[in-house]
């Protein structure tokens, strides 16, 4: 198990309380339009994503964000292939707009270079999706590429938008 700390957030694995919080933002239409979970989002199904693997154990590993009145905000996930990974983060909408989402990544990236010694990270998202490449961008992650109409979700076909970031590249560390 792994926590990271920034200066408003625990990031700790999701448990059994958390469900009810992280179902509801989930079956929020605007949170969920360019995420590919299935919906209805059910805590059987979310219920998958609790664990206690460390941050780097092989595949998706799941984390919440959590405020210090113990507030669940959102939650990122690491898909480790050693030496790379792939992350994604999602927030309530209440959580959006305060620089969450940037200060979680930081901390997971430090986590992810620092710790991990990755030699890179990417994050695959839908093109329309303007916060979460801003977003990316400001981390210093370089748009790769975009494949136009490469899978089916959602009921349409939908491009997928690659960004990554090198550890020679982050903060030039
Ligand atoms: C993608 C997502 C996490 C981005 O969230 P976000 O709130 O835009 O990102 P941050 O938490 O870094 O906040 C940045 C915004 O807060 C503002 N902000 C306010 N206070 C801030 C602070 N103290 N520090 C930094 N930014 C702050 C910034 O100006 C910025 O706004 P802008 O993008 O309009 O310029 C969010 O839109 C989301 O959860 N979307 C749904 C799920 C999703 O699609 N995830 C992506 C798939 S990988």
Same mark, same amino acid.
């Given at each position: ?6 200066? @408003? *957030?625990?990031? @700790? ?8 919080? $992280?179902?509801? !933002?989930?079956?929020?239409? =605007?949170?969920? @339009?360019?995420?590919?979970?299935? *919906? ?5 199904? =979310?219920? &998958? ?26 939650? %990122?996930? $690491? ?11 999602? *927030?309530?909408? +209440?959580?959006?707009?305060?620089? !969450? +989402? ?12 620092? =710790? ?15 916060? %979460?490449?801003?977003? $990316? ?11 136009? &109409?490469? !899978?089916?979700? @959602? ?5 997928? +938008?690659? !960004?990554? %970031?090198?550890? =020679? ?5």
């Amino acid at each position: 198990m792994t926590t990271l700390t920034t200066p @408003r *957030l625990t990031i @700790r694995p999701l448990t059994e309380a958390d469900l009810p919080a $992280l179902v509801a !933002y989930r079956n929020d239409p =605007e949170v969920a @339009r360019f995420q590919g979970w299935p *919906l209805p989002s059910t805590p059987q199904q =979310e219920r &998958q994503l609790i664990s206690n693997s460390p941050l780097g154990a092989a595949g998706w590993v799941q984390r919440a964000l959590v405020t210090p009145t113990g507030e669940l905000v959102g939650d %990122v996930g $690491l898909n480790t292939q050693h030496p790379q990974a792939e992350l994604g983060i999602t *927030l309530s909408r +209440a959580a959006q707009g305060q620089g !969450y +989402a940037q200060e979680a990544l930081e901390a997971l990236l430090d986590f992810c270079f620092s =710790e991990l010694k990755l030699h890179r990270v990417h994050a695959a998202i839908d093109p329309r999706n303007r916060a %979460v490449a801003r977003l $990316l961008l400001r981390l210093g992650f370089r748009h790769e590429g975009t494949h136009i &109409q490469s !899978y089916w979700h @959602r009921g349409e076909w939908t491009d997928d +938008a690659v !960004y990554a %970031v090198l550890r =020679e590249e982050w903060k030039r560390g």
